[in-house]
């Protein structure tokens, strides 16, 4: 009883609590959801300081800390977390849905809770997908989306965040035209937490409107109108406290062996919004994520391959780079491409140029009437 009670303070405050029959002897306690074998793991960490980490696969250890947390045995939480996540971190990846919803369900398994969020972050589409995401706590989803390095576009983060309230409130339809005031109040209730984490700003003309003007009761009504003026008002500014887009890494942004700053890919998606550079809301603008159609060392030049690759898909954007200098050449054409037929007309596509891989040095030339 004493080794019980110094080891374990869970078991101390029962062990030490009025729990006596008449006869004096301790009442049975009852340690729900937890297995003989795992229990007996337990037992002989307590009394021996020994754990057999050899004895058990990779989804015991789980078991194992989940009890440890249950009885408050710190030590051997903060050793288990540092295992798993130094030793068994591949196995966490292939059963991330089981880690996740272990760690999430404690407030001391700080560790493990923030190596599922970093791998969230890193990798969202494959960690999202592999599990279901609207399980998730608030907590959770917090400890996710208020991050800067999330490598999602925010019109997925806010997608996303859609989801998860609906799946809160299954009651309530996923068509937004058919809710009443009362189910918008129910779904800003749920949501209260997560909307002033949400870079709107950082979202294009066509995603605001198509996204999130049909949830614009969801939003406070001063960011709201704020978020309009940004659009409609060139001489509007930023409230201070506006979130800076999240810092996508640009591999995740365009796959390109010709592109490597950030600055030239956002400067070319600005301008396809047709955003002033002085624009007061240029610099919280995300990018655009380019989709590589062709590239020219590996599919090769010929006019041939370029129609069977672009033929018939629009907002094509084409970076050239200058043999022997440090220049980049392209444009970008709104129209589809076509290999036969009429020419197109547009008074949206515009030529560019990027020397010594910087936008300082940059000429952009647009169409005149």
């Given at each position: ?8 303070p869970y078991l101390r405050r029962i062990l030490t609590s009025d ?138 983060v806010w997608e996303h965040v859609l989801k998860w309230g609906l ?101 070319i998606s600005r301008q396809i919004d047709k955003i002033n550079i ?92």
């Amino acid at each position: 009883k004493n080794i019980l009670c110094y080891r374990s303070p869970y078991l101390r405050r029962i062990l030490t609590s009025d729990k006596k029959n008449n006869d004096g002897v301790l009442t049975h306690i009852k340690l729900p959801n937890i297995s003989p074998e795992i229990f007996q793991t337990i037992l002989e960490y307590i009394y021996g300081g020994i754990l057999s980490l050899n004895e058990h696969n990779s989804s015991d250890f789980l078991k194992i800390l989940a009890v440890a947390d249950n009885l408050h045995l710190q030590e051997l939480i903060n050793y288990l977390q540092k295992y798993l996540i130094e030793n068994k971190s591949e196995w966490i990846v292939q059963n991330f849905g089981f880690t996740q919803q272990i760690s999430s369900k404690s407030k001391n398994l700080l560790e493990l809770q923030e190596f599922c969020t970093n791998l969230m972050a890193q990798s969202p589409e494959k960690f999202l997908l592999s599990f279901n995401f609207t399980s998730l706590s608030e907590k959770s989803l917090i400890s996710l989306i208020k991050r800067d390095d999330l490598q999602m576009k925010e019109i997925e983060v806010w997608e996303h965040v859609l989801k998860w309230g609906l799946a809160q409130n299954p009651t309530l339809i996923l068509d937004p035209e058919t809710w009443s005031d009362d189910d918008f109040e129910t779904m800003k209730n749920t949501l209260q937490n997560c909307l002033p984490l949400i870079r709107f700003f950082s979202l294009s003309p066509k995603e605001f409107s198509q996204k999130v003007r049909p949830y614009q009761k969801l939003l406070n009504r001063q960011l709201y109108e704020d978020l309009v003026d940004s659009f409609v008002d060139p001489d509007s500014k930023p409230n201070e406290n506006t979130l800076l887009p999240r810092n996508i890494k640009i591999e995740r942004i365009i796959d390109s062996k010709i592109v490597n700053n950030l600055s030239i890919v956002k400067t070319i998606s600005r301008q396809i919004d047709k955003i002033n550079i002085r624009n007061n809301f240029a610099h919280l603008k995300e990018s655009y994520k380019f989709e590589l159609l062709l590239r020219g060392s590996r599919d090769g030049f010929t006019p041939k391959k370029f129609h069977e690759l672009c033929d018939n898909k629009p907002n094509t954007v084409t970076f050239i780079k200058i043999k022997g200098k440090e220049e980049i050449i392209g444009g970008y054409n709104p129209l589809i491409w076509k290999s036969y037929g009429k020419w197109g007309e547009t008074k949206d596509s515009f030529i560019f140029s990027f020397k010594n891989n910087d936008v300082k040095d940059s000429i952009i030339s647009n169409v005149r009437d």
